[in-house]
């Protein structure tokens, strides 16, 4: 079989290359109309595509877990896939920053968390809370504090005390330094005037390895939210002092909240659904009706009961206010000088473009002082490779930049047809390889394995 395929595929090319270089071309331009109005065809109703929806944090976390179970009943609305990509780094700031960025067609969505309300403050990246258009909230967990069960502190008074009275810091955990959970801590501090020398915060990678070092004994508390620590506390392990929120938490109303202990502090997480800012009004107001009707279906509530996720469902108008009282909110506790001291890092953020720019230059130093004539003769044999290499890492760089503007066809086209050239084939057969092998890339990572591509202006 694989054999009479090979003959089949042969006798075609051999056809093709038969015909006269005027077929060849006319052939050409037929298959580039096919192509393109296929692409018309489709663009014409939205969506027509594959949707992205960008989740800030790793896979098996609360929030992929969210951005997943959005994803999988919004393909049933929509019509088409919705690929969740998780874009980790940098506290939230990669995934943040993507969803602000991303070309503004209505084909990607952000999962965005609490820790929007804080980059900016931070000073971690620009990006604010008005750098995209909000479509509506999902859920909101309060923060809360939990030690072992067999601690010797019963209350949130009780620990108030050891943070008063300690003669060394309470060693605490919960997630990443200035994230939301450590920011909880800081603020309750702060609102009841403790020493937050008095605290120890341990940097982790997230509310479960923080659990496991309680266990451990590693750190004494941990501060995150109740949905993260239900099943070590449904076990006995581990003893919540309280939520901080002025309403018990719908999934475990039996852990008393910091107001009911008389410390007036609220704090909690949310996440919510995003569109970089300028899609249009109608793929808008199309894809926020999609998101309400999944977030008020029993599939969806009942997987955030199951999940222990506190529901907080909002609109997109609704959505932009609260997101500009959170806002206002993080701003008065980020800046003051208690945090700023914590937050400020040890090195310069220009200490590693200075650091490899002198390195370069002393490099170059040495290799300008060490050059002898026979390596000059090398060099100047070696001039053709090096415009090449130059050439070739350009053609690249370029495609890098325009491919979300243009588009993947039109951008792979160009470099295709760029380093074919520059290699001298001849240009009908540049024509042939890119009209064929760019189209099928496409439909190979879209349609096959659906991982959406840019269409850039062809799905404008």
């Known amino acids: 079989m694989l054999s009479s395929s090979l003959v089949r595929v042969a006798s075609v090319s051999h056809s093709f290359w038969g015909l006269k270089h005027l077929n060849r071309i006319r052939l050409c331009v037929v298959l580039v109309i096919l192509v393109l109005h296929a692409g018309c065809e489709r663009a014409e109703q939205w969506p027509a595509r594959p949707v992205t929806l960008l989740c ?73 809370w008005a ?73 982790s990678k997230g509310s479960a390895p923080s659990l496991q070092e309680l266990l451990a004994r590693g750190v004494d508390v941990v501060c995150c939210s109740i949905p993260e620590a239900a099943t070590l506390v449904d076990a006995g392990e581990v003893r919540c002092l309280g939520v901080m929120s002025t309403e018990r938490c719908p999934t475990a109303p039996e852990i008393p909240t910091f107001a009911e202990q008389g410390v007036e502090w609220s704090v909690g997480g949310w996440r919510g659904m995003m569109y970089p800012p300028g899609v249009s009004e109608d793929r808008v107001q199309r894809m926020e009706a999609a998101i309400a009707k999944v977030a008020a279906s029993d599939e969806f509530r009942n997987f955030m009961d199951e999940a222990g996720f506190n529901m907080s469902i909002c609109g997109g108008e609704e959505f932009g206010r609260f997101l500009e ?46 050059r002898r004539p026979a390596v000059v003769a090398k060099v100047a044999a070696a001039d053709n490779n090096l415009r090449m290499m130059v050439v070739c890492t350009g053609a690249i760089a370029a495609f890098a930049v325009v491919l979300d503007t243009v588009g993947y066809v039109v951008a792979a086209s160009l470099l295709m047809s760029s380093l074919l050239l520059l290699l001298r084939v001849r240009l009908l057969t540049v024509c042939v390889v890119v009209l064929t092998s760019v189209p099928v890339t496409y439909h190979a990572f879209s349609v096959l394995l659906g991982v959406p591509l840019p269409w850039g202006w062809l799905g404008w």
């Open 131 to 203: 750098s995209y258009r909000p479509l509506g909230k999902l859920n909101e967990d309060s923060a809360a504090v939990f030690v072992r069960a067999d601690s010797q502190w019963q209350t949130v008074t009780d620990l108030e005390e050891a943070f008063r009275d300690a003669t060394a810091p309470v060693a605490v955990s919960g997630s990443a330094s200035g994230s939301i959970w450590h920011l909880a801590l800081a603020g309750w501090l702060l609102e009841r005037d403790l020493p937050m020398a008095s605290a120890n915060w341990i940097s």
């Open 325 to 370: 009282q959170a806002d206002k909110d993080f701003g008065a506790i980020l800046t003051q000088p208690a945090m700023r001291q914590q937050q400020q890092a040890p090195l310069s953020p220009w200490f590693m473009p200075i650091l490899l720019g002198v390195l370069g230059v002393i490099a170059g130093g040495v290799g300008v002082s060490t």
């Open 56 to 128: 800030p944090w790793s896979a098996g976390g609360g929030t992929d877990r969210v951005s997943r179970q959005m994803a999988v009943q919004l393909e049933v609305e929509l019509g088409v896939p919705v690929n969740v990509v998780n874009a980790t780094g940098g506290g939230g700031v990669t995934g943040h920053a993507r969803g602000a960025l991303a070309r503004p067609d209505g084909y990607t969505l952000l999962m965005a968390t609490v820790e929007l309300n804080m980059l900016h403050w931070r000073g971690l990246c620009p990006v604010t």
